[in-house]
């Protein structure tokens, strides 16, 4: 039977002493050194009694082992389940619960702060610093490099990734291993990458994005990545003339533009530039182009189903739309009361259905079922339209979420929060547009009868409580919220209202 996962991304680069990454130091990890400390990572992972289907939660920074830590995940047939390293204790506790991990890791520095959690789970506790220290490390460290993979097969789920949702509750969403790989496979296909290809990669490897679209791209045409801790523009401008492609999400291409230093020079050896996550505003694109003479070729994915839709490599890349669905991948455009298809043309949900497309949310099975069809279709919440050459335009969201910087963040998460604040009748969460971030959450409060909200106190709170980057960039007081006749909150106005708020001057 084998184990396609770890065979088809991993086990083809055995004994290669071609190089996978390119790290901050100078120094290179080649496959087969990647692979050791693969092997290692899951013979620590087997020692500390987990078994294959077992949960491994990881909350580690950024390096060369962590990412060996998926890949030993793969290798022992482990579900992965990383998480956003802005998350606080609070929000780490959940995961933990809802998850039923059996294994933690995190950074020496959360520990303390984690140890609870993972006792009350009966959780295994080990750490993994963004320098390859801690007390799992030291455990592969005396390992032997070698593991026989545990046999697996293509529907086993290999990761679990939580993503956040309209009530408030974020949900696990289970991909196999035949979600990844056939994703991973048709994008090398699509993008045209190859073993000379070396991507510039600075994601977080935490998400979709960065883990799959990118990792398993690289892992499966063999080629290499600098591997960058996070995005930072001098390191960007200084290493893109080694690379032949980079992945990003818009931020990065307004960060890249507003630097003079940002030239069609510097991008010559490069082949291609890629962006998604959130929207690429048309005028980003234009500018690029302007810029570099590259058309930054925009795709369109979720975490429940890896990517969907990408504009052409070769044919036009088309600005503010997401191209076409990718082989295999169906798409249609449905009615978002009745479900059923609408003519070319029409506004309406995205429904996606494919080998990319998830199992289902982690023991919720009514809220699979409200957005996974019996037929495979996946309802996405995503508001679009095929125009007259088929290209798909996003034109919105039919649900509520605010896309900053690339990470989602869902508004009832903090209203939630906000409305068991003293003082607190009710609150509304909005995005508007920033020119860092492309959105930022603001906060509307309505006060108690005869109260005043502390506003520094539940500032606090909410820091306390929620990952930095959901954190509501301004919290506003108003007498009363605007409501439908259906009393209904009407966000549009408010958003209409505040729309100015971090405009540029
Ligand atoms: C960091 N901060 C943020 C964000 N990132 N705040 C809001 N939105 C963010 N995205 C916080 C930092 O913790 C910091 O807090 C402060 O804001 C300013 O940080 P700054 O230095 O400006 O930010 P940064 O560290 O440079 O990060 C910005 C970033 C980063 C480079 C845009 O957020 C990033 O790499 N985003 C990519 C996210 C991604 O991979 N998404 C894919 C999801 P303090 O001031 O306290 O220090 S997967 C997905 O969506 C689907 C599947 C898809 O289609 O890809
Ligand atoms: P996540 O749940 O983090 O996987 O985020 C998925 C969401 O990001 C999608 O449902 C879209 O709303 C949004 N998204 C991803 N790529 C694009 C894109 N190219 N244009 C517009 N929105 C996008």
New binding site residues.
């Given amino acids: 039977m084998g184990n396609p996962l770890y065979d088809r991304l991993f086990g083809i680069h055995a004994g290669k002493d071609t190089p996978f990454l390119h790290l901050p130091d100078g120094q290179a990890l080649t496959h087969a050194g990647f692979l050791d400390m693969a092997a290692r990572f899951a013979n620590a992972l087997t020692g500390l009694d987990l078994e294959p289907g077992d949960r491994v939660a990881v909350q580690v920074e950024k390096s060369a082992e962590a990412l060996a830590l998926y890949a030993a995940c793969a290798q022992a047939g482990l579900i992965f389940l990383p998480l956003n390293t ?1 998350y606080t204790a609070q929000e780490l506790n959940y995961f933990i619960e809802n998850s039923g991990a059996s294994l933690v890791v995190c950074d020496t520095a959360h520990e303390t702060g984690l140890a609870e959690a993972a006792q009350r789970n009966g959780a295994r506790l080990e750490t993994l610093n963004s320098d390859g220290s801690g007390s799992l490390s030291r455990r592969a460290l005396g390992m032997l490099p070698a593991f026989e993979p545990a046999h697996r097969s293509e529907d086993d789920l290999a990761a679990l990734l939580y993503t956040s949702g309209t009530t408030g509750r974020s949900k696990g969403a289970m991909l196999t291993q035949a979600n990844l790989l056939s994703n991973a496979e048709t994008l090398v296909q699509a993008w045209r990458f190859t073993n000379r290809d070396v991507l510039l990669h ?3 490897i935490f ?4 883990l799959f ?1 990118a990792t398993n791209v690289v892992l499966a045409s063999g080629g290499s990545m600098i591997f960058l801790p ?2 930072d523009l001098d390191d960007m401008l200084r290493l893109m003339p080694q690379a032949t492609t980079m992945m990003g ?1 818009p ?2 291409y307004t960060r890249l533009l507003s630097d003079n230093r940002f030239t069609r020079e510097l991008t010559q050896d490069m082949r291609l530039f890629i962006s ?3 929207p690429l505003l048309a005028d980003t694109h234009v500018q690029f182009e302007d810029r570099t003479g590259h058309r930054i070729l925009e795709r ?4 429940e189903t ?2 969907n839709t990408s504009n052409p490599y070769d044919g036009e890349r088309r600005a503010g739309t997401v191209g076409f669905p990718l082989p295999d991948v169906e798409l249609k455009i449905t009615d978002p009361e009745t479900g059923e298809t609408l003519p070319d043309g029409d506004i309406g949900i995205i429904e996606v259905r494919g080998p990319n497309v998830f199992q289902g949310y982690w023991q919720m099975p009514e809220k699979t079922a409200a957005e996974l069809r019996e037929d495979g279709f996946f309802v996405t919440g995503d508001l679009g339209r095929f125009d007259e050459d088929g290209y798909i335009h996003i034109v919105g969201r039919g649900k509520d979420l605010i896309i ?5 963040i869902y508004p009832k998460e903090i209203e939630l929060l906000l409305d068991e604040q003293p003082g607190v009748l009710e609150s509304a969460i909005i995005g508007v547009p920033h020119p ?2 492309g959105e ?1 959450p603001v906060g509307i409060l309505v006060p108690a009868p005869g109260e005043t909200p502390d506003i520094d106190a539940i500032t606090v709170r909410v820091h306390h409580a929620i990952a ?2 959901k954190h509501p960039r301004q919290l506003i007081v108003l007498d009363e919220l605007p409501r439908n006749t259906m009393g209904k909150v009407q966000k549009n106005i408010l958003r209409e209202n505040y729309k100015d708020l971090f405009a540029k001057t």
Avoid at 207 to 210: L, S
Avoid at 404 to 408: I, L, P
């Fill in positions: 802005g600075a994601l977080p998400h979709t994005h960065g679209v996070k995005f999400v931020t990065f998604g996550s959130a369109y994915g979720m975490t890896n990517m900053s910087g690339g990470y989602n860092d971030f930022t930095r980057f």
